[in-house]
């Protein structure tokens, strides 16, 4: 694919706005890969450059996040590997599923996404009231399979991934919010580094749209990052989950 001038700018203004958003309140696949598709890209291929576009940013947050990891060194050794097998997983139905069926799920996934996201709140509000109230009920071997779960949707389309793991690992595990969030970060980074790794050895990305991208999400992390105290996470998240319904139905008036 040969990005027009103009499909350059929008690629990296994508990124950037990827980027920034993941930094501050999560959500940014919701606005870089409805970009790529209006580019032209079809939804899968699309799909694919998208995930290995802004894979860094996990690596980037899990890093950040290294010393709430502290300690948890058997839940990693446990559930990384699910993970990883997770996202693989969701990289193989994705690229097994062709075009039509993807295009078709598109836009009730953004929805999902959206709704992913709106909850992410009162999950971070929800989280801490329950540990401090309930006694575990639940060994940390039961984890396992909505990690997967969780992850072979994320290896498929991503948005919302991050929540949806801080809620398995909430309802499974014991332990402070911060420390939930590491550990949250470094299993959506093996999922997502797993399924990148499948698109990328099969060859199913587009390169110039990919590299674009990834250059505008570390741009936009990084603006994110000095930016976190001037910008309010909330607002940002309402203005996402808005976008992302309205291009949703946009994707289902298209058919």
């Given amino acids: ?16 706005a990827a980027g920034l958003v993941n930094a501050l309140a999560g959500g940014g696949s919701l606005i ?29 947050a899990a890093l950040a996040q290294r010393r709430d990891l502290r ?14 097998l997770g996202g693989l997983l969701g990289a193989w139905l994705l690229l097994s ?35 401090q109230g309930q006694e575990s009920s639940v060994r940390e ?17 991503g948005a919302g991934l ?25 299993i959506a980074l093996a999922a997502n580094l797993s399924a990148s790794l499948l698109f990328l050895g099969l060859g199913r990305i ?10 505008g999400a570390i741009a936009g992390g990084a603006l994110g990052g000095r930016l976190a105290s001037r910008i309010d996470p909330a607002l940002l998240r309402r203005l996402v989950i808005g976008t992302s319904v309205v291009v949703a139905v946009l994707f289902f008036l298209q058919g």
């Fill in 1 to 16: 694919m040969q990005l027009s001038p103009s499909g350059f700018v929008a690629t990296a203004a994508a990124g950037l």
């Fill in 32 to 60: 870089s890969f409805p970009v790529l598709t209006a580019l032209g890209l079809p939804g899968v291929i699309a799909n694919a450059s998208n995930s290995v576009a802004l894979s860094p940013g996990y690596g980037g």
């Fill in 71 to 84: 300690g948890q060194k058997p839940r990693l050794l446990w559930l990384m590997p699910a993970a990883a």
């Fill in 97 to 131: 599923s062709g075009e039509r069926l993807f295009r078709s799920l598109v836009p009730w996934m953004i929805l999902l996404g959206a709704l992913l996201l709106a909850l992410q709140e009162p999950l971070g509000a929800w989280l801490p009231g329950r540990r």
């Fill in 141 to 157: 071997a039961w984890s396992l399979l909505p990690v997967l779960l969780a992850s072979i949707y994320g290896g498929y389309f």
């Fill in 162 to 186: 991050s929540v949806i793991l801080l809620a398995v690992l909430g309802l499974c595990l014991e332990d402070s919010l911060p420390r939930l969030n590491g550990l949250k970060q470094a």
């Fill in 206 to 215: 587009e390169w110039t749209a990919t590299l674009v991208l990834a250059l």
